[in-house]
């Protein structure tokens, strides 16, 4: 742990839930204005008070003034404890010195007893209206308080002015937030005090009014108790959600059912979102479930699944589920809010507890980190425990409402200066904000800077390259965010400074990534049609299966989504419209819009291309049928090839050896239609097909999408080689037919040439006899149906060897057919190899 914050590492107790009571309504107000308090303006002060604390609200009544033993205080009650918050929120610590005394110290910070007290009371007995003002004190009877005395008056003098009235037993001189004296006077009996409270009050003493009040008894110490509760149970403020690491992998679930008041109740219910390490149940100081748990996953996509599966549900009563805060502020800067957690809530040397315990008016405060008492491995399944010791549960309360609101700044710092920024690491410590803006100014100036001190020992990020930590980082903004990639390109792993303002040293510069690892690795990802597919095959005509397209150029600074969605559906029926994000999660100018049918997406790609090229304004809305579409519907698409098993190879070679030319620690291909064993992929952006590479420098992105460009282009070449050898094909084929109609119907071979093939030229062929009734015409020799004896025996020969011949093509037919079974179904089997391995 960070040695300078005050927190400590222990076992829990066994009471591990918080205690909730409605915060009080009365407040104590102490450290007044020297002037408010002086002699000749006590008479006004309750009058003040209440002029300053309804600024912040409504009053029951006038403050009751009394003396205490630290000076005069004030007790007031508001008619709402929100505004009684509100103003020990406001006023409290508040510099009640005037210009002239902070000139005088030198505008140094002002002491303890310098600024303005104010917390919440106790308000039990305190009535409303006129009740507040009779509220009875418990007096010291023998007891009295005397005010100013003078300069040079010590305990002696005060004996001397005492003692004509009774027995003093005893003296003590008190000094007083004013700056003046005062002194405290016991007598042996009870009337000796009232005589002289009576006879020295208003008394004029060397130039000045003495004042003489009986003393108040100290109010009897009510006993303490300690109050618990875990980081995840404050309640915070609605506000935009954090991204988180995409190895943050536990979740805090409130309202559990009854049947999950145990452990093996907890995995049971999200056992079906994945598998779970560990299970913390939070429980009250009776040892009973109080329905909230912490779940540790076994990986961060079986967490968001379970995250995602509770949130969905809207039933009165369902289980809520958040990421746990405990993880996020146990790593600190390498965590989802990029900053050191733990020291903004505590302050530097615990001074933001100290602060908040005694606007809560509680006996103390710690933060502490402890092992869950399930865990199996000590260290590894940590929670964030806040400990206060109150009188009462009204100042637990405002103790954690008031690190709610430390831990709701840290959320706005992370939105407003961490996310979208610039991080630089490696500067040294004589860096201030000025040097930050020194570097920065060739790329166009900063808007905001936020230095952030790291936690001690913390590991090295893998994006600083070799560049050594220096135990503090910069989140910067450039007033032209078009500059950021320039200031990357020039500032990582540069040396900088001028030796003179600046100190020189080489720093590490890269982009806030809200998508990534804890460890510094990001998340890139890539939709294919995001790619320059130069080679893309256009000559493969869409066929009625593609129904999406890829637009680019969509005019979102003009137009909603709403109002998109509404312009597509001017050519038809919109099945799903999807907005590409980028590392930032913004909306970018490009996305997919996918149609019920056809001919609607075929519309629209018509209106969408421009008649003359040549002519088009780049910045034109424009489209292209989905690549995305065509690569998920394998071997189904227009190119009659599958892309998939292309890039992923017979046995996932081509994604490693992608992964390796890349320097990448993974590689994913994802998409709607894919199913992934692998447990720690990411979750997938969006139904179509894109690649995610988890990288290490920025410099790797665009070698990935040059690898990318690479390898889809050799695919494309591929497909467009073998749409152009089946349409050469098919051409050949159309040939062999208009043959073969030429020689002879529907391709048979010709007949034979003989005696059956023509009839004799000669006259009597031409016609049948006059006297032939039965069109039996005479041959020589022979009738009209009954060939010659020579003829009949060539047509037997021609015969033979035609039957010879057709069994011998029917055979080599025959064992073709049989190899090109062989090599289809070997072909199959290799294929749903490589369909099984993707």
Known sequence: NDKSLTCTCRKPLLMSSASGVSGGKAVIAQNFPASWVAAAALEVLPQKVQSLLQRLGPLDGPPVISQGLNGFQA???????????????????????????????????????????????????????????????????????????????????????????????????????????????????????STAQTSLNGLSLMGATIRCVMQEEPAAAKPLMMYFSYLDELALPPQQEVAPKLDDREIFVTHLPQKAGTEDGVRFLLGNFGDIDEVFLLRDPQQRPTGKAYVLFKSHSEARKALEAIQSSSADGASKAFWSESERALR???????????????????????EIRKAAGAGSLQLEILDAPEARFSGTFQH?????????????????????????????????????????????????????????????????????????????VSVSGEVPSSGRLAYVKLRNSQAMDKAVANLHQTKVGDGDLVEECIVACHRWHSNAWSDGNFHVCIFIDQLALSRRPLEASPGPEDRELYVRNLPLHDMSRQQLQEYFEGFGEVDDLYLILDTSMKQTSEGYVRFKDHRDALRCIEALTPTDPEEADPTDLAGSWSESERVLQRKNNCYRFNLVAELVGADGSGLERLKAEANLKGLWILGETLQLKDRTAPTASGRQLHFVGRCTEEVNVRLFRDLLERDLEVIHRKIASRLEKRKLKEAGVDGVHKEDGH???????????????????????????????????????VAWGQPPDGDRKEVAQVEGRSRRRRHKEK??????????????????????KEEDGV
């Open 384 to 460: 964030v425990l806040l400990v206060a010791s109150c009188g009462d549960a009204s100042q637990a309360e405002e103790c954690w409402r008031l690190i709610s609101a430390s831990l709701a700044r840290v959320h706005q710092i992370h939105a407003t200066e961490v996310r979208n920024s610039l991080v630089l690491r490696g500067f040294p410590a004589s860096w201030s904000e000025k040097g930050l803006k020194f570097v920065f100014a060739p790329f166009g100036g900063l808007t905001s800077v936020t230095i952030e001190e790291e936690e001690e020992n913390a590991p090295q």
């Open 811 to 832: 055979d080599a037919a025959d064992s073709e057919g049989k190899e090109k079974r062989h090599h289809s179904r070997s072909r199959r089997r290799r294929r749903r």
């Open 743 to 781: 020689n002879g119907a529907n391709g048979q071979e010709p007949l034979v040439q003989g005696a059956w093939s023509q009839p004799p030229q000669s006259s009597y062929w031409s016609n049948p006899p006059n006297n032939y009734d039965g069109y039996q015409a005479t041959y020589p020799g």
């Open 332 to 354: 600190g800067t390498r965590g989802a809010y990029g900053l050191n957690v733990l020291r903004h809530l505590q302050g530097q040397h615990g001074t933001r507890l100290q």
């Open 75 to 193: 007790l007031a009650r508001f008619q709402n404890a929100s505004d009684a918050r509100a103003a020990v929120q406001t006023l409290h610590g508040f510099d009640m010195r005037s210009a002239a005394e902070k000139q005088a110290a030198n505008n140094e910070a002002p002491k303890e007893g310098e600024c303005f007290s104010l917390r919440i009371s106790d308000d039990a007995g305190v009535g409303a209206g006129a009740k507040a003002t009779t509220r009875k004190r418990k007096l010291k009877a023998n007891g009295i308080f005397l005010w100013p005395l003078p300069e040079n008056w010590a305990e002696k003098d005060v004996e001397l002015l005492a003692s004509p009235y009774g027995t003093v037993q005893r003296t003590k001189v008190e000094g007083m937030a004013n700056g003046q004296k005062g002194v405290l006077i016991d007598f042996l009996t009870p009337s000796a005090a």
